[in-house]
């Protein structure tokens, strides 16, 4: 017998009516000793509770001092931005200036780390 493709089985269920769908939930709770019931009932209860607030999916990373060691926090910058040493400098005496826009919250983070490491005042707006 030939494996069925993931095509083949999703064509095969809309072939098959309310009943049909019925008896083969059924048939795969008994072969396999699950139930379906918590899966269906999951995304109700979801959906009763409104929207999830999740946070932006997008911030700006803010330099907005160097602090005391702006070797340390040029450098870094130069690291998180790819930029040269000359316009990591510029950069950073152009503070409060955005290092990365429009990047993950955890990204921020990350880089947030490294810049507060190297003794930078960091923002994430």
């Given amino acids: 017998m030939a494996k069925l ?26 072969e396999f000793g699950v139930t379906a019931a918590v899966a269906v009932a ?8 409104g929207p999830v607030d999740k946070g932006p999916s997008e911030v700006t990373l803010v330099l907005k001092h160097w602090g005391q060691s702006k070797v340390a926090v040029i450098k870094a910058v130069q690291a998180i931005t790819g930029l040269g040493l000359m316009d990591a400098k510029k950069l950073v005496d152009s503070a409060p200036v955005n290092i990365k826009e429009k990047i993950s919250p955890v990204e921020a983070e990350e880089h947030k780390k490294a810049l507060v490491d190297a003794g930078g005042d960091v923002e994430i707006k």
Avoid: F, Q, R, S
Avoid at 42 to 49: D, I, L, V
């Fill in 5 to 30: 493709t993931v095509t083949d089985i999703i064509a095969a269920l809309k072939e098959m009516t309310v009943l049909e769908l019925n008896d083969l939930v059924k048939a795969v709770e008994a």
């Fill in 42 to 49: 999951g995304p109700a209860a979801h959906e009763e509770e």
